[in-house]
């Protein structure tokens, strides 16, 4: 009885939130380097950059199919069922993107699934297939998979003047109260477009096959060039902290 007494005496204490993990946008690029490097799968490195790339939730990605892809429209189709807001949305390609659709073709398994599993034939990737590849490299206790779409935004407000519309829609997120839902009529596919091309750009992502492990890569940043050797991203994580 005491114990109740108390507790209805004391301040409600405040909830402490806990945001999932993930890297500074500066150093997605090179993770998806380690990444490439990893022992995984080769369907398991390109879902990964594929999320990277679109911006998608790890589900999405892992159990898209190529009827989805319009390869002419440069598009994917979502269908609604697999949304998390239950309505279809459209994502747009960067050149990017569609160079690792096309290198995932070489791994078709006669499944109609773009990143078919390795082990399951005719299955999509389990749900921890890619969480387990950070793992693997040294950056679960840095990253999560969810976190790359918060890099995407935290990028996007840093390195873009895209509207915060724009940026929403890119990652599927209901715009407004459901007032203004009943007057917004369209996706700003075309302006999500340009940020995706943007994304890709500022990533300037290598495909793995044409890039051998000991390569060294050339980044472009304002005022100059400069070289990074690729490395572990441990010892990055290290030096960076």
């Known amino acids: 009885m005491a114990g109740e007494v108390i507790d209805g005496a004391l301040p409600p204490m405040p909830r402490v939130q806990s945001h999932f993990r993930s890297l500074p946008y ?7 380097a ?17 999320v990277v790339l679109t911006a998608a ?24 069922e697999r949304m998390k807001a239950a309505s279809e949305h459209r ?14 073709k070489d791994y078709h398994d006669g499944s109609d699934l773009i990143f078919p599993s390795p082990l399951k034939p005719g ?15 040294g950056l679960a206790d840095r990253a999560t998979v969810r976190g790359f779409r918060a890099s995407f935004r935290t990028w996007a407000l840093e390195e873009t003047d895209t509207p915060w519309a724009v940026c929403e829609a890119a ?8 007032v203004q839902q009943s007057y917004i009529r369209g996706d700003a596919f075309a302006k999500r477009r340009k940020l995706m091309d943007q994304r890709a750009q500022f ?13 060294v890569f050339s980044h472009r940043r304002r005022g100059g060039r400069w070289r990074r050797a690729r490395r572990g991203f441990g010892a990055i994580a290290r030096r960076r902290r």
Do not use: M, Y
Not at 91 to 101: G, K
Not at 124 to 137: A, C, E, G, H, Q
Not at 171 to 178: Q, R, S, Y
């Open 34 to 50: 380690v990444v490439d490097q990893s022992g995984a799968s080769q369907s398991t490195k390109l879902c990964s950059r594929f």
């Open 26 to 32: 500066t150093e997605v690029a090179d993770a998806l």
């Open 203 to 215: 990533l300037e992502l290598p495909l793995a096959r044409a890039c051998p492990p000991a390569a």
């Open 171 to 178: 990652l599927a997120h209901t715009l407004g109260d459901a």
């Open 91 to 104: 994502v747009p390609h960067s050149d990017a993107a569609l160079d690792v659709l096309d290198q995932a």
């Open 123 to 137: 299955r999509p990737l389990s749900d921890v297939t890619l969480i387990k590849i950070l793992r693997d490299v």
């Open 57 to 80: 939730r790890s589900g999405e990605a892992r159990n898209a199919v190529w009827d989805e892809v319009d390869f002419g429209a440069r598009e994917w189709k979502i269908p609604a």
